[in-house]
């Protein structure tokens, strides 16, 4: 496969600017040809490559760097450092409308938007109606776009996309925006664009996007690449040292038994006999039992985790892989058990988390968790038992 996107110790300053005179000594640099004094580093020294039908997520904290890498990727904004290699058509969706005319309308909008791309007169005809039905704005496709809400930017943007199918799309957080129908409708298309061949850059907070749509993510800590890899793996790390920062500046979240979105009521552990229990036997059996609210009275989507007591990720499942939907158990409550027939989990002890999803599985609200410990005799190493024999070598 071909490289479309190649980077090689990357990096962008901007020039702080804290008083008048700063400004004036930024634009005076800039002039001279020389570097500012005072400078925020937003990013350095990325290396990255991505080829052709790839699909990359970007995670990583508020202020990161995840936006000024797209942007550099984009165009949008030159390196300070290093360099950036960019083939074939690039569609961005980086902020809210941006690439629209505010006082143009929508329609007008994708007639320059698509002309700007390079389509010819006979291509904009044919496809201006497919933009405007993904779109689904109604009569305010013949509106200004400055009367036009966040999502309704965010529709059509993403619309003109879909009708120009870039070698490579860039999208920053498309998927936090608007309703669970048009998300689901992106998602949808997304799907369809990767398995056509399409190169995707995601960049988003949800790691149910990135796992589901992502082949390798790229997790970026304070400008820097912290680490690379397999989607599932990174999220999976990322979310582990996200739970163990947020566990030390705040104590668990309270059950709320009503309210506008999914929370964990209750739960609890039991061995295969129903009793209540909080050690469980190494090869054993363990029971948890829940209850969630749901404020629609439809079943929610419950993801389950197990965390080492020192913060290490060891499993998570979500309810709907199986097709499992929670039996209602009251109104706006939906019951569950999730059962492990053989515990192989090395003795020590653990954390087991009860997530609260949407009942598309798309955004998680409320986490409830239960401590336990395994107990049993073990020299061995990790977090879980293998099944193992030791041979002798024939010569």
């Given at each position: ?86 083939r074939g058509r690039v ?204 404020p629609e009275d439809r ?30 158990v009251a109104p706006h ?63």
């Open positions: 496969m071909s490289t479309l996107v190649a980077l090689a110790q990357a990096g962008k300053d901007y020039p702080k600017i804290l008083h008048a005179g700063d400004r004036f000594g930024a634009l005076a640099s800039a002039f001279l040809g020389r570097p500012p004094r005072h400078v925020f580093t937003a990013l350095e020294s990325v290396d990255l490559t991505v080829l052709r039908g790839e699909s990359l997520g970007v995670i990583g904290e508020n202020g990161s760097g995840k936006s000024t890498l797209l942007k550099m990727i984009a165009g949008v904004v030159k390196p300070t450092r290093g360099t950036v290699d960019v569609g961005a969706l980086l902020e809210l409308g941006s690439g629209f005319h505010p006082d143009y309308t929508g329609r007008e909008n994708i007639l320059l938007s698509s002309a700007l791309a390079g389509l010819s007169r006979r291509e904009l005809e044919s496809r201006v109606d497919s933009i405007v039905e993904f779109a689904d704005i109604g009569a305010h496709i013949d509106d200004p776009i400055r009367h036009y809400s966040s999502g309704m930017a965010v529709r059509l943007g993403f619309a003109v996309a879909t009708a120009l199918r870039p070698d490579v799309l860039i999208t920053d957080e498309v998927l936090a925006v608007g309703d669970e129908s048009f998300q689901r409708k992106c998602v949808r298309w997304l799907e369809g664009y990767l398995s056509g061949g399409g190169t995707l850059l995601l960049c988003s907070h949800s790691m149910f996007h990135i796992q589901t749509l992502c082949r390798h993510a790229l997790w970026l800590h304070e400008g820097k690449v912290r680490q690379y890899g397999d989607a599932f793996m990174v999220a999976r790390d990322y979310l582990a040292w996200h739970h163990g920062k947020e566990a030390e500046k705040a104590p668990e979240e309270a059950p709320r038994a009503q309210g506008p979105v999914p929370c964990v009521l209750r739960t609890w552990l039991e061995d295969d006999a129903g009793a209540p229990a909080s050690e469980f036997a190494h090869g054993g059996a363990l029971v948890l039992k829940g209850v969630v609210y749901e079943p929610p989507t419950i993801l389950v985790g197990i965390v080492r007591s020192d913060g290490t990720p060891v499993y998570g499942t979500h309810s709907n892989d199986g097709d499992f939907q929670p039996n209602r409550e939906f019951g569950f058990r999730w059962r492990l027939p053989q515990l192989n989990l090395l003795p020590g002890k653990y954390s087991l988390r009860a997530h609260a999803l949407d009942p598309e599985g798309l955004r998680m609200f409320h986490t409830l968790t239960a401590e336990f410990m395994v107990s049993g005799r073990s020299r061995d190493y990790g977090v879980c038992y293998l099944e193992h024999e030791w041979l002798p070598l024939q010569p």
